[in-house]
């Protein structure tokens, strides 16, 4: 709780992030959250993770993004990533959170921001994944989504169980066919809107689990819970629901 309440935090403080990754202790410990400081290293990370059969998502951590200049870089910081991941051959997506793109600035450069990256994912083959943000920014980030992948299906999102709503936005991701990963949920929110308790958020993730396996389009699970991962494996199996349901992803280029 700590580690991620810090790691949120980090991720918004551009000098103490500066500090963060040129101090060893500090880099021994998120050397666990976080893949690399640089391209290079993220796909060595990745190479190696898919030597042991499995496949990622690239994150590039950062969101303390405020102006135009700067969403500018961060899109030309993903087509990079696109292009690496291409050229490299990893078994790699990406995943990206709007407030990167400048959500908080103007919705209408938000959108046209992840089109370009949307469409270069297309061209290659690639899925890009909206991360889920605070509270404040659930419904925007649900209905871009849900627009995006009218127009680009390979554009998915996160949706965290810790929230009461999740239930309802489970069925209408699986209704409109947009795949979904599955969280808790890793922000501060408040009673009104969360479970505070720790056996509510599991439970809500269990339910959520069940119903994207059953009717969700190639849903992720991504928990380090083991006891879920457990269940999550036992339900699977006990619905007939095998692998084949959810084949290697194909590389090939569309066009939009
Ligand atoms: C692939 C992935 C993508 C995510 N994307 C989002 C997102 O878009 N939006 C969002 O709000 N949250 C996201 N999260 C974070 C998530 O919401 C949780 O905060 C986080 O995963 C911790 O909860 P848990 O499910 O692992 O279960 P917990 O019940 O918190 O933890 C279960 C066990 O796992 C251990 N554990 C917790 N974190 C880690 C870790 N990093 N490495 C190893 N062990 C750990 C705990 O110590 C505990 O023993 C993502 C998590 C993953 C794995």
Redesign the pocket.
Known sequence: ?L??SVLIYLSSQERLKEFATHFKLFKKLTT??IAGENINEAIAAIRDLNARGCSA?F?HLNESVTSPVETEAEVREYLDVLARIDESGIDSNV?I?LTQLGLDISPVLCEELLVRILRRAAELGNFV??????SAYTERTLELALAMHARYPNCGV?L???LYRTAADVERMNQAGVRV?L?????DEPPAIAYPR?AD??DS?RRAMQALLRQGNYP?I???????ISETIAFAAAEGIGSDRFPPQPRKRWSH
Not at 183 to 187: D, T
């Open positions: 709780m580690t991620r666990r959250f998502s994150d995943s959170k994944r909206i991360d889920m943000e605070g996160v965290q169980s810790y990963r969280v808790k949920g890793a922000y720790k958020v599991d993730f992720a991504a928990t380090h819970d083991e006891g879920l």
